[in-house]
Nanobody, 119 residues
């Protein structure tokens, strides 16, 4: 199983970015999918989750970020709008066989993509 995240970059505050994650070796439709991020010196934190029927967001990203999936393409996306400097982090995609996984219940992780937001 492989998850490949991409789409990160360096942007200004207020800009938008769209992250993508492509999976291989697994059937996306059978998994709950999530985005996490880790800033330097901080713990990895939950960003958003999408299951077969629900979408959930961290309070810090709600209203600005949108998670979506395309099972036919084995792809996961994160549309990030109104970016802030505090969104700067390495962003990871993850997949879980659980229907509603907690933050520590993901089975597979991507390699991460760097997002840097300057003020």
């Amino acid at each position: 199983v492989q998850l490949q995240a991409s789409g990160g970059g360096s942007v200004q505050a207020g800009d938008s970015l769209r992250l993508s994650c492509v999976g291989s070796g697994l059937t996306f439709s059978s998994y709950a999918l999530g985005w996490f991020r880790q800033a330097p010196g901080r713990r990895r934190e939950f960003v958003a989750r999408i299951t077969r029927s629900t979408e959930d967001y961290a309070d810090s990203t709600k209203g600005r970020f949108t998670i979506s999936r395309d099972n036919a393409k084995n792809s996961l996306y994160l549309q990030m709008n109104s970016l802030k400097p505090e969104d700067t982090a390495v962003y990871y995609c993850a997949a879980s066989q659980r229907q509603y996984p907690g933050a520590h219940q993901y089975d597979y992780w991507g390699q991460g993509t760097q997002v840097t937001v300057s003020s």
